[in-house]
């Protein structure tokens, strides 16, 4: 009789429940992906009968909002500081997978799911992936993944190292962290880890200040790292891109590999998406110019045919080269372009953003904020789309972009590099890349996409080719379930051994 493969998925965040950036959407998807794969994969591929995935997160208070039908699950005590905490856990149901979540005194009533503060937040992951382990110890679910996601839940893959030390339970789950910003390190909550019964590593790999830092830790002890994209496991090995732990990752090189993150295609589909002023295809090209007038209507800017529009959408984040897009347009003011910004975030970048369309009344607009139907809008109107990330583990939005036929105009970086094909290959390209995060190399590309797109015929092609491109999770997720098996068996291979 074919068994079932347990995998116990820790997130931050996951939506539908509570999203604030990409981990969410990869922690709410992916899973269900996983579950939906079993059913429809011939048996010599998913070996295993079903993916039992069960996903845990906080109880966060934006969470407790939601009105879900909720049953508890149980109720134990977490250690911490030589006092005794009670967590309580809460069991629901999505698309057929199991959701736990872990309730607090360290998870606030009231507040945001990340604080920014690694004490303050330290001490609420911290306590929820421990609670998250011990669940598995009351449910007597011993999974054979362990797959935690960032610094936040790394602490779980810690802890389980050190449990398989003097406890038979977890002996044959294997580990996976899974990194999506490996900046975000937890860095300051080690405290918070050694009160919680987590010592400092002892290892002379780790570097000394990476030693308690929760996902160095997890970085340290997991069986297996997967980043978010190929071209990023690769450049975390490397000072540009590695934080401080890319000579720590090297040693450990055989043992972290690369997935990309999949595109919810239901959700993101230019056929049938409300926001739109006309729904098209890719047969139906030429509707996006009525979402291209529309669009500069709704900004105040007018409708020049002859004008490359582009785009971009983004967190106002140093990491997203917001500051070379601007400088890269200023510069080729000669060229013809129009320009719409939307985002938010870092006041300076806030300035420059006003500071550049009181330079450009004419040609470009800052709409500062999160505008879900405005993004939208956005993706199918402007012809081209700009991502000057100076890092980018994987990135949507280039996902997104291509398929509303937005050409992306991107840095060869993460996850941008893995999913865009430059259209110097005539037959097959789908974008602009350039190399450096620098001004110059922009200004370039600028010029390079303005060119293409007077050549109707060739940006249509193009425009066809990124349409058509599969982003889908169901890709995505045989990846990770080959990943998982091979982890399983490699851990019982280990576990036999111990
Ligand atoms: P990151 O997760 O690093 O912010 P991604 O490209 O992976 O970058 O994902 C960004 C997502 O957030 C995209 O779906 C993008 O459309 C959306 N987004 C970013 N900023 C805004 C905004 N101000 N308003 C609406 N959507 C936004």
Redesign the pocket.
């Known amino acids: 009789m074919k068994s079932n493969l347990r995998v116990l998925f820790l997130a931050a965040e996951a939506e539908p429940f509570v999203k604030v ?2 981990l969410g ?1 990869v922690a709410g998807s992916l899973p269900c992906a996983l579950r939906a794969l079993a059913s429809t994969q011939p048996p010599d591929i998913t070996g295993a009968g079903e993916i039992d995935i069960r996903l845990a997160l906080p109880f966060h208070s934006a969470i407790k909002k939601l009105s879900l039908a909720l049953q508890k699950e149980c109720e134990f005590i977490i250690p911490y500081a030589k006092k005794k905490y009670p967590a309580q856990v809460f069991h629901t149901q999505r698309n057929g997978v199991s959701v736990y979540l872990i309730d607090g005194p360290f998870i606030p009533e009231d507040g945001p799911v990340y604080c920014g503060d690694n004490v303050i937040d330290g001490r609420k992951f911290t306590f929820f992936s421990l609670a998250a382990l011990e669940l598995a110890r009351r449910m007597n679910w011993a999974p054979d993944i362990l797959h935690a996601n960032d610094w936040h839940t790394a602490p779980a893959v810690y802890a389980l190292q050190l449990d398989r030390k003097t406890c038979a339970f977890f002996k044959h789950t294997a580990t996976l962290l899974g990194v999506h ?1 490996l900046p975000y390190t937890g860095q300051g909550a080690g405290k918070v880890l050694r009160e919680f019964g987590l010592p400092p590593a002892v290892d002379s790999s780790l570097p000394a200040w990476a030693q308690d830092v929760p996902l160095a830790l997890g970085l340290y002890s997991a069986d297996h790292i997967v980043a978010v994209s190929p071209t990023y496991a690769t450049e975390i090995l490397t000072p540009e891109f590695g934080a401080g732990l890319e000579g720590f990752l090297s040693h450990h090189s055989q043992k972290i590999s690369g997935i990309l ?1 999949g595109l919810d295609m239901v959700a993101w589909d230019p056929a049938h998406d409300n926001a739109l002023a006309k729904n098209y295809d890719r047969k139906h090209l030429e509707d996006r110019g009525q979402n291209r007038n529309a669009l500069l209507d709704e900004v105040g800017l007018d409708t020049a045919p002859a004008t490359t529009l582009f785009g971009l ?3 106002l984040d140093r ?2 080269g917001i500051d070379l897009a601007l400088e890269a347009l200023r510069r080729r003011a000669d060229l013809p372009w129009q320009v719409i910004i ?3 975030g870092a006041q300076d970048l806030e300035v420059a953003l006003r500071q550049f369309v009181a330079e450009f009344p004419q040609r470009a607009r800052a ?1 500062i ?4 139907a ?2 939208r809008k956005i ?1 199918a109107g402007a012809d081209a789309f700009l ?1 000057p990330s100076r890092y ?7 996902m ?1 972009a291509m398929r509303y036929g937005c050409i992306p105009v991107a840095r060869a970086t993460g996850g941008l590099r893995d999913t865009i094909t430059d259209a110097s290959n005539v037959d097959n390209g789908t974008g602009f890349l350039f190399e450096e995060a620098k001004t110059e190399a922009l200004e370039v590309a600028l010029q390079r996409v303005i060119a293409a797109a007077k050549q109707p015929h060739g940006w249509r092609a193009m425009q066809n080719r990124a349409m058509e491109q599969d982003f889908s999770w169901g890709r995505s997720a045989q990846e990770y379930y080959k990943l998982y098996q091979s982890l399983i068996e490699a851990r019982l291979r280990t576990g036999n051994a111990d």
């Open positions: 950036g990409g959407d910003n993150n959408i983004s967190r990491q997203k939307l985002g938010s709409v904020g999160f505008d879900a405005l993004s993706y991502i980018e583990p994987c990135g949507l939005a280039q997104i």
